[in-house]
């Protein structure tokens, strides 16, 4: 149980182009969603967190206009990085928890790649 | 602030044992984790610990002194596949999780 998935898995896209990244939670309700970038030999950083229904909440420095995320259902959040450019390039993980304070399950990752 | 402290990098030899430890400094404490995560892959879930102690499972032991703000994995019988990033993480008072870098395992033959 608590499989979450993401895709694309991988993805290349031009400088100034959008990209959409989806998280499923397969065999549970996420309620909460989060969302993280990963850095070469870099630990995770995380983005955002988003509850089912409502807005996301994002940490410091990380630019909600650019980085927009819906969660508009139990099992799925997405997140659109906009106008990318090639400092956006980084692997994009999401977890999924059942409760806001529960544990969470993370998806395999998504690593882009901006040109 | 809130700190995780762990080493950037460890080596050991493969059937050896491996201590790869960890250092908190956070608002709050509701849990510590210990992630695998192998390069290029998402990470994957090893331990918890709320109380203090040892907490054994498999090859894989973690333990926690919250006293001390000091927790640490423990590896046995060493195998090739073994070498990747540990990550320490622990969850605040507001049980938001707090990373630290991460330690990258090296395993020799």
């Known amino acids: 149980g608590a499989v979450v998935s993401q895709h694309p898995s991988r993805v290349i896209c031009k400088s100034g182009t959008s990209v959409k990244i989806e998280c499923r939670s397969l065999d549970f309700q996420a309620t909460t969603m989060f969302w993280y970038r990963q850095f070469p030999k870099q630990s995770l950083m995380l983005m955002a967190t988003s509850n089912e229904g409502s807005k996301a909440t994002y940490e410091q420095g990380v630019e909600k206009d650019k980085f927009l995320i819906n969660h508009a259902s139990l099992t799925l959040s997405t997140l659109t990085v906009t106008s990318a450019h090639p400092e956006d390039s980084s692997f994009y993980i999401c977890?999924?928890?059942?409760?806001?304070?529960?544990?969470?399950?993370f998806g395999p990752g998504t690593r882009l790649l901006v040109l | 602030g809130q700190n995780i402290d762990q080493p950037t990098e460890m080596t050991a030899t493969e059937g050896a044992i491996v201590q790869i430890n960890c250092t908190y400094q956070t608002s709050g404490f509701n849990g510590l984790f210990w992630y695998q995560q192998h390069a290029g892959e998402a990470p994957t879930f090893l331990s918890y610990n709320v109380l203090d102690g040892l907490e054994e499972k498999g090859r894989f032991s973690s333990f926690l002194s919250r006293s001390k703000g000091y927790s640490y994995l423990l590896l046995k019988e060493l195998q090739m596949k073994d070498s990747a990033s540990y990550l320490c993480?622990?969850?605040?008072?507001?049980?938001?999780?707090?990373w630290g870098a991460g330690t990258k395992l090296i395993i020799k033959p």
């Open positions: 993480a622990v969850k605040d008072s507001n049980y938001q999780l707090i």
């Open positions: 977890s999924a928890s059942s409760l806001p304070e529960g544990d969470q399950y």
